[in-house]
């Protein structure tokens, strides 16, 4: 098994013809509402593919609670580790304009009740493969950081987002570090690159701490360093037309391929052929792949 620990959000969308200055009221399209937040985007990408998936994560005891864990349920994601909190489930409210350019408000909610606590010895049994984001309390993917290496697991972070103050030392412990350009630039307080070339330099740097950094490129695909070797895999020509999701596509397809003994470069290739396909449907889990969809894809 998969575990995942991090956030589970529920998405409020709405197309309007342009967004809303302070005090004013746009009238928009119909609302789309889905499951969101990296812990559970991550979960279901990894579940698509094929993995046996645990969430540890936490909801409120609310409509949108039980609308995230019923969608979780129907991706096949095991959620007996989802707790229910006294608090709102997350939320994020997104306006998306004519242009395709979006604003959104995000109320944590629950997501700020996932406790170190709730990473004790019984959560990560049996998985020996864990994947963290950063959607929720900074003690709690310490713990969780913390708590898999001494069950002896191994450990993918998704460090994001990249709050002020972050520093390398304080991810380290993870086996695989995964970051977008931006992210790997505000770790290392350098400008971001789209460059493979510069980004190969940046990975490498990230892995001071960590055994293996991959930094994401968008359409040119990933470049990665460490342990495990270092490449750069090209991004899969495609037309994308929505590219939400698509780091949480990676994150969770790289996980699942390392799980499965795949080399670095294996891996980071289907998730580039994973995350590509994303971008050709609109919205987050809903345009995530399936395994059969990867056939010919993989290995490499
Ligand atoms: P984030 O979504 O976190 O900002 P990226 O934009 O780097 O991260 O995208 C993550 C991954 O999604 C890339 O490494 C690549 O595999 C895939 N991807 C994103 N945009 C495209 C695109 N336009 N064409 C093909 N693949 C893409």
């Not at 009221?25 to 990894?46: P, R, Y």
């Not at 959620?79 to 944590?108: E, H, M, Y």
């Not at 889990?285 to 395994?291: G, H, Y």
Request: glycine share 12%.
């Amino acid at each position: 098994m998969i575990s995942v620990v991090g956030s589970v959000n529920v998405d409020l969308a709405v197309r309007v013809p342009h967004l809303p200055r302070p005090g004013e009221t746009v009238q928009g399209e119909d609302a789309q509402v889905g499951l969101g937040g990296k812990g559970a985007n991550q979960a279901v990408a990894a579940a698509r593919l094929g993995a046996d998936v645990g969430l540890v994560a936490a909801v409120g005891v609310d409509a949108f609670g039980r609308l995230a864990l019923e969608q979780l349920a129907r991706e096949g994601v095991r959620t007996a580790r989802v707790k229910q909190s006294p608090r709102p489930t997350g939320l994020a409210l997104i306006g998306v304009d004519a242009s395709g350019q979006n604003s959104i408000l995000v109320s944590p909610g629950a997501n700020a009740d996932l406790e170190p606590e709730d990473l004790d010895e019984a959560a990560l049994a049996g998985s020996p493969w864990v994947a963290v984001q950063l959607e929720i309390p900074r003690p709690t993917w310490r713990r969780a950081l913390a708590a898999a290496r001494e069950a002896g697991c191994r450990v993918a972070l998704n460090a994001s987002p990249v709050a002020p103050g972050l520093d390398l030392p304080d991810l380290e412990g993870a086996d695989w570090l995964i970051v977008n350009e931006v992210e790997a630039a505000q770790l290392l307080r350098v400008e971001p690159t789209p460059d493979p070339r510069r980004a190969l330099e940046y990975a490498r740097r990230l892995t001071g701490c960590v055994a293996n950094a991959v930094v994401t490129l968008g359409e040119q695909g990933a470049v990665f360093a460490g342990a495990a070797g270092e490449g750069h895999a090209a991004g899969r020509p495609v037309r994308a037309v929505d590219t939400t999701g698509a780091g949480d596509t990676f994150s969770g397809a790289l996980v699942v391929a390392l799980s499965e003994g795949a080399s670095a470069a294996e891996a980071v290739g289907f998730a580039n052929a994973a995350a590509a396909l994303a971008t050709t449907r609109t919205g987050a889990a809903a345009a995530m792949p399936r395994r059969a969809e990867l056939e010919g894809h993989w290995p490499g």
